[in-house]
């Protein structure tokens, strides 16, 4: 009887101690922070994947209060359907979880607010978005280093006077060069050639957009290599841009390394003839270019 006793005690222990630790495991499922966007700006025929963070996809029921405005798979994909606003709902279990979706025709700041700060400079990107721009627009470079400068022309001459080549920078040599401003105040500033990534946390930060207009120039041996593509797409994703962004370059031969890497592409067509045209044009077509500027054609 001893022997039993002893063993009806240690099943009643092991079940309090079983017990206790079933219900601190059900206290932290209880406390889960189920988390949603609270608002997504997109323009018309865009998309993005809503997800419902600690929550089980598959148990999530996604509804909108306007389909005309924009739509909602049963994945949480976001459509935009034409301009206006409405509200998109997961509903997981009991509780419900809202996203205002504004869908607008969006504002993007050419090289950042360049009309009060240097332009292609981090100050001139957080001013953009900070006056209210949707979107920025940088122009990169790849340089001799493998890194992603941003920087308009082919030398820094016009920003920093210095007559330097940008490809010839490195990330670590740019600080060599300030770009000097003044701030509201009339107080003198400097701030440095940035980097992609720099540019693309400024747009994660504010939530904006990107237009990233590739630079290279073959005939001076500049290209922009798949090395280069693999490490935009890096930053793009890391930044969770990929469906923010928009590469974008002048010709579309640039263009080629980024044939099916997943990037929304667009290409400004330079004067050309009307036959250059027909095979860009078709070229465009063919690899799922987007977006199209046709600056002019000569007869």
């Not at 092991?14 to 017990?19: A, C, D, E, K, N």
């Not at 001459?157 to 009339?186: E, F, N, V």
Request: hydrophobic share 40%; charged share 30%; proline share 2%.
């Amino acid at each position: 009887m001893k022997i039993l006793f002893r063993i009806n005690v240690f099943a009643l222990v092991l079940l309090i101690v079983l017990g206790v630790f079933l219900g601190c495991f059900a206290g932290v499922e209880a406390a889960v922070d189920y988390k949603l966007k609270k608002s997504l700006l997109l323009p018309v025929n865009a998309s993005y994947r809503l997800t419902l963070q600690g929550a089980d996809s598959r148990k999530v029921k996604w509804s909108t209060s306007d389909k005309k405005i924009a739509s909602v798979s049963k994945k949480g994909v976001v459509k935009a359907k034409a301009l206006g606003e409405a509200v998109v709902t997961a509903k997981y279990g009991k509780k419900q979880f809202k996203c205002k979706v504004t869908v607008k025709t969006l504002l993007y700041a050419h090289r950042g607010f360049s009309s009060e700060y240097p332009e292609n400079t981090n100050v001139a990107f957080r001013k953009a978005y900070d006056k209210g721009f949707d979107g920025i627009e940088c122009d990169v470079w790849e340089t001799k280093s493998g890194d992603l400068l941003v920087c308009h022309d082919t030398t820094i001459y016009r920003t920093t006077g210095k007559k330097k080549y940008i490809w010839d920078i490195t990330r670590k040599t740019r600080k060599s060069y300030p770009i000097y401003y003044r701030d509201k105040d009339g107080k003198k500033k400097k701030t440095y050639i940035p980097t992609l990534q720099e540019v693309a946390e400024i747009a994660f930060e504010y939530s904006g957009y990107i237009n990233i207009h590739i630079k290279a120039i073959p005939a001076l041996g500049r290209y922009f290599s798949n090395r280069a593509v693999k490490k935009v797409k890096a930053i793009l994703q890391e930044n969770e841009l990929i469906s923010k962004a928009m590469i974008f370059t002048s010709g579309a031969s640039k263009l080629y390394n980024f044939k099916n890497k997943g990037m929304k592409l667009g290409v400004n067509l330079p004067p050309e003839t009307a036959g250059e045209y027909k095979r860009d044009i078709k070229w465009c077509k063919d690899n799922g270019v987007k977006f199209l500027v046709i600056t002019s054609i000569k007869k």
